[in-house]
């Protein structure tokens, strides 16, 4: 068939110790604990670009979990996304060790000011030749909230309300402030940069405000390729708006595929077209040879995890302390101040009590997991993709970097022989190896009105 299209794959990760399948840290193959030293992060990188991945998402949160038993003990212990560090800061030596390989970087809104945060995209878009997105993150943990001086977090959807202030400032920045041209450097003439050619930001928003230059010169992409997860209504809204590539949270293709149309129907809304989003989920693949040995590892992988970590961390997403309720007692969910998603999915999966969501974390984690020899995975992967209507995967890691090694010299192969994987990296930026279309912006983003 001639109409299949390719995967989208990005490895997914975060600069910790535990990520999503917690208390995997311990499995004697896992080099996890490496993650503050830079050689973990560049051989990472070079095997995923061997793997011809998208790219590396890094996930991060700014605070700690401390929802679960009133306190960070179990998080210390388990190594639940803490401690953490910059993921930002990864990003120039794994961009030196790599030609093609995207990096898409978390960031928080409330955390940073769009005006030195605009040029620190610029910076490492520039030093890696067009291949930054950013993930737009508006907070989720009081902890946080308190570490940057509020008393907690702001509102749901007023987060979101200073997510579109900030975005419609940076996009001044990225897009209108300096020309096409401006920068000549030319020695004879003396003239680095043509003064007319760079204009003020003039913005008073409802939460920021600014009158200044963009302090650095364009970048490849100019404004980074855009993530986001949210599908909670106001969620939907941003997305359609401003995403350009989508994290959903959904059981089966069925789920995926529901969630899909309504963000492609937002992004219509919104003035743009469905096919200028890419969508992904969540997922992780134990592969092996065959069959029974998939299954070996993943019961050998089992062994290691750590279910009570994992409801740890969907307490810190939900806003609930599940370990108030005994194993059968009914939870009451309400609605919470923090990812709301995540609350109706728990809801919708009749996950209504504490022994049902230890069930589910039997892997560390809520994510779903595939588990078979390459045949079997690559049915899988094809089913979430055409039945769920998405577009790729963010692959999590299981075992560090073992998950990513399997799935590279096992899966990508058998896709790549059904047509449904890249065999070769195409040229240009991120925003271009994903919608084939160029560098930039397309016209009917809200980014591109920006421009001169």
């Given at each position: ?160 309300d200073r997510a579109d202030d900030f975005l419609a400032l940076a996009y001044k920045f990225w897009e209108g402030s300096w020309e096409d041209g401006a920068v000549i450097a030319d020695k004879a003439r003396r003239i680095h940069t ?88 969540g997922a992780a693949v134990v592969v092996a040879p065959t069959q029974a040995e998939a299954e070996e590892k993943y019961a050998d992988y089992l062994a290691y995890a750590s279910a009570e970590g994992g409801l740890a961390h969907f ?138």
């Open positions: 068939m001639t109409d299949k299209k390719y995967m989208h794959v990005n490895a997914f990760n975060m600069n910790c110790v535990g990520h999503i399948h917690h208390g995997l840290w311990t499995h004697p193959r896992d080099q996890s604990t490496q993650y503050h030293t830079l050689k973990y992060w560049t051989d990472i990188a070079k095997l995923l670009e061997k793997g011809l991945f998208d790219g590396i998402f890094i996930a991060d949160v700014v605070g700690y979990y401390d929802v679960y038993q009133r306190g960070v003990d179990l998080t210390l212990r388990e190594a639940i996304q803490l401690p953490v560090n910059n993921p930002w800061l990864l990003v120039s030596a794994m961009a030196a060790v790599t030609e093609h390989l995207g990096f898409g970087l978390t960031a928080t809104v409330n955390a940073h000011q769009p005006y030195t945060f605009a040029r620190d995209v610029s910076t490492l878009d520039q030093l890696s030749n067009g291949r930054i997105g950013w993930n737009i993150v508006t907070g989720y943990v009081d902890s946080g909230a308190r570490g940057l001086g509020q008393d907690g977090l702001a509102d749901h959807d007023s987060r979101y043509l003064p007319d050619k760079v204009h003020p930001v003039v913005h008073d928003g409802p939460f920021y405000r600014a009158n200044a230059i963009h302090m650095s010169a364009p970048s490849p992409q100019r404004t980074p390729v855009l993530f986001q997860a949210g599908t909670s209504q106001r969620g939907l809204q941003f997305a359609g708006q401003h995403g350009e590539g989508i994290f959903i949270g959904a059981r089966t293709p069925e789920a995926a595929r529901d969630a899909s149309r309504k963000l492609r129907a937002a992004a219509v809304a919104a003035g743009r077209r469905p096919d200028d989003i890419k969508i992904y989920v307490a810190a997403s939900t806003g609930v302390d599940f370990a108030q309720y005994d194993l059968d007692e009914p939870i009451v969910y309400g609605q919470g101040n923090a990812i709301q998603s995540a609350v109706q999915a728990a809801q919708q999966q009749g996950l209504t009590t504490r022994r049902k969501l230890l069930e589910q974390f039997s892997l560390g984690s809520r994510y779903n997991t595939i588990v078979g020899d390459p045949q079997q995975v690559a049915d899988a992967l094809e089913r979430w993709i055409d039945v769920g209507e998405i577009d790729g995967f963010n692959l999590t890691r299981i075992v560090v970097p073992e998950t990513w090694e399997d799935f590279v010299s096992l899966a990508v192969p058998e896709l790549q022989n059904r047509g449904r994987y890249r065999t070769r990296y195409e040229e240009g930026s991120l925003r271009h190896k994903l919608f084939g279309r160029g560098d930039g912006l397309p016209a009917n983003h809200p980014g591109a009105q920006q421009r001169r």
